[in-house]
């Protein structure tokens, strides 16, 4: 019976593991934020009130197994003069399938027959959610996208209003055997998930292991100076009577050039793995060289990462 594996998390980073994880024996559920409010996703909110889906489309294509051109096309974005403009058809189709559906949850079922996911994607939840972030100086900031774009350190995110969870969420972490809080923006793509009401509830009752899969650059505003440690301390706040079980940290060099790059052009420097931090902690560690340069840009090695964790199911 294959084991299940739940992933919380939204982004860039959610999308690049499960592009790992499909390809092994295991039953994914990835349970996406849907907070994001900028570019398409954000219009296409503003118009349809329904929650994000631009996280939610990277995901169906990471987890997809038609051809690379189907890919293309749900990544297409339009570039022209009409209100098309900036809009992506993945986007599009999953408003026109929540809309025609009724909610998105049974949008985003709709479109995994079509595309033939090696997985199940669950929206954090149906409500068409305002992310706000408490910043270092007091001051209060509305909207995931302002938030990241601020140039003052966050302090603490929470909701406008009280999102209702999907029940499917909760169902999915007390069935897991193995929790992820996938690598990606700590602030505004993994802690969304764990300041709903009922979601550390439910992992507070899971037996499985909590896993993280740290970050290989830090993040200007959110993790700025922070070590693996600091990452784990962070994310064990929000976890209620749980904490982190065992965490995924890249050891390998990141050169220089590329690390000067990175500190000139977006003020990120690599993530530290502090081990004797760590140590102090008590967790399990899960240590290897996981970068992998695409175009210039440091990435995670989603292969070699998907097979540790695989590995460590065993």
């Not at 329904?50 to 990544?75: C, H, K, M, Y």
Request: charged share 25%.
């Amino acid at each position: 019976m294959k084991k299940k594996v739940v992933i919380l998390g939204g982004g860039t980073g959610l999308s690049t593991l499960l592009s790992g994880l499909k390809m092994f024996p295991i039953d994914i559920n990835a349970v996406v934020s849907v907070s994001d409010d900028g570019s398409s996703t954000g219009r296409l909110r503003e118009e349809f009130k329904i929650p994000a889906v631009g996280d939610i489309r990277r995901v169906l294509v990471s987890l997809s197994e038609t051809e690379p051109l189907f890919e293309q096309l749900l990544n297409y974005r339009f570039e022209t003069v009409s209100d098309l403009n900036g809009h992506t058809i993945g986007n599009l189709l999953l408003a026109a399938a929540s809309t025609i559906s009724g909610n998105m949850s049974d949008g985003v079922e709709t479109l995994s027959k079509v595309l033939n996911l090696k997985g199940k994607v669950v929206p954090l939840t149906e409500d068409n959610v305002v992310l706000m972030g408490k910043m270092e100086d007091g001051s209060i900031v509305e909207g995931e996208h302002n938030i990241t774009q601020s140039n003052l350190v966050i302090e603490d995110v929470f909701y406008k209003e009280k999102p209702t969870v999907n029940p499917n969420v909760i169902k999915a972490i007390s069935e897991a055997d193995l929790i992820i809080l996938c690598m990606g923006s700590v602030f505004t793509s993994i802690i969304p998930n764990l300041i709903c009401d009922g979601v550390v509830e439910a992992l507070g009752k899971s037996n499985a292991k909590i896993m993280y899969v740290c970050n290989m650059m830090t993040q200007p505003g959110e993790t700025d100076n922070f070590n693996v440690s600091h990452h784990i301390k962070l994310l064990n706040k929000y976890l209620g009577k749980r904490k982190i079980d065992v965490v995924v940290v890249n050891n390998g060099k990141i050169s220089e050039e590329l690390t000067k790059k990175y500190e000139t052009l977006e003020q990120k420097d690599p993530v530290i793995y502090d081990q004797e931090n760590v140590k102090k902690l008590g967790i399990e560690v899960i240590a290897s060289d996981f970068t992998m340069i695409v175009d210039e840009n440091i990435r995670h090695d989603f292969k070699k990462l998907a097979s540790y964790i695989f590995l460590y199911l065993l």
